[in-house]
């Protein structure tokens, strides 16, 4: 995955694409121009969005009061930022 995301002072903004209700919790390469996570949390009353914290929260070493959801609250396609990720899946280059 070479796309999907950017560096900005430090932070690392995702752009998601989410498939919510999902068997599993996982990461499934690109859709365009936004990473693809399939989330078992259904879509509903916020409860994706606060599972894909959760997710993202562990998958960085951060604090979830590290992540932000930036845009796509009620929408497929979202932007997380995550600030001073202190690990990294290997599909994000920290040099980029």
Do not use: C
Not at 76 to 88: C, E, G, V, Y
């Amino acid at each position: 995955m070479e796309q999907g995301y950017t560096w900005q002072d430090g932070a690392l903004i995702l752009r998601l694409w989410v498939q919510p209700k999902a068997s599993r919790d996982q990461w499934q390469g690109l859709h365009n121009d936004h990473i693809k996570l399939q989330v078992t949390a259904p879509p509903v009353d916020g409860k994706a969005n606060t599972h894909i914290q959760k997710f993202l929260a562990k998958t960085f070493g951060v604090a979830k009061s590290s992540i932000t959801l930036k845009t796509g609250t009620s929408s497929r396609q979202k932007t997380f930022i995550i600030d001073q990720p202190r690990q990294l899946p290997s599909f994000i280059d920290p040099q980029r």
